[in-house]
């Protein structure tokens, strides 16, 4: 089995790049001229494209073809003041070099909107949100010029009392969504709430992949905290809505450890290799690519350190500086 490792948004490494540099909604309303302060925005926005472009080429020196773009990439986007502005045709060329370069250099890239972007709300309200913020996400994945390849991960939401029923409006408002945005989505369970066979269900019911979290099934599972289902995983991304084929789109999970013990849900700064090899080991058998999302605290560090760790482990073959190969 072929692994490939990747990380979140923020280097460790490089410095002064952050992608998400912004603006308070405090600081905008405070600028007397509102044609000046969105221009402000639109820098701002730049500056972060600039920097995720500098973080590809980092990942490109390091072999790391994994990266999950910044949701912050152009501030204050969406928010309630600023609902008429659209800065993507003004951010077109730099939302194109980006996107351009990752496609040349064969880099699969993501997002994941935030926990406020759920699906399964009773409020209209906050799926009406909700739609927009996946809209403007997929808008900044197509003007990088990206395929269905680049995906938007989300969990399937709050369970508001009755996760039963929860579970069916999530499968409801999925069925309403606009096939654009949903041959772009996985689904991925979460440390609380939906664990790791009811986010399957819910992925097979609307046929999209899951991105399965280690760390959140050890944390969240039924009596089982195998892998018995993975299998099932693997199905999802065969018959993906998008109709990409698995061999070019592989199956991805997120990894990250424990903080301590008293902070079991908390992530780690890097990652311990025991739970992982435990993982890879088990599914290799099965699985001939996959791709893992490191989500350690220390990003691109972490993924440093781990193959670093893996390193002359029996059964692990270093492939270069990001990628394995595990033998069964």
Known sequence: MIVRFGYVAMSAVVKNASPSKTM?????????DREAAVRKLERLAGEN??????????????????????SK?????????LEEWDPIPALTPAFAETGGYAKEHGMRVSFHPDHFTVLSTPKKDILRKSLADLDRHVRMLEAMGLDESAMCNIHVGGSYGNKEEAAKRFIRNFQTMDERLARRITLENDDKTFNA????????????????????????HEEDAGYGFWTRV????????AGIPMEDLPPKIHVSSPKSEKDPRGHADYVDKEQLLGFLRAIAPETA????????????????RLMEDLRDTEGIRQINQASVEVFA
């Open 73 to 81: 990439l152009v501030p204050l986007l969406g928010h309630e003041m």
């Open 289 to 304: 690519k996959l791709d893992v999302m490191i989500e350690a605290k220390m990003k691109d560090a972490a993924l440093f």
């Open 234 to 241: 693997l199905d999802t991304w065969r018959n993906n809505r």
């Open 24 to 32: 308070t909604a405090t600081v905008f309303s405070s600028i007397t």
């Open 49 to 70: 494209l600039h920097n995720s472009l500098r973080l590809l080429r980092h990942n490109r020196a390091h072999d790391i073809k994994l990266y999950r773009f910044s």
């Open 197 to 220: 066979l009811e986010t399957l269900a819910i992925c097979e019911e609307v046929q999209v992949p899951m991105v399965l979290d280690i760390h959140h099934h050890a944390v969240n």
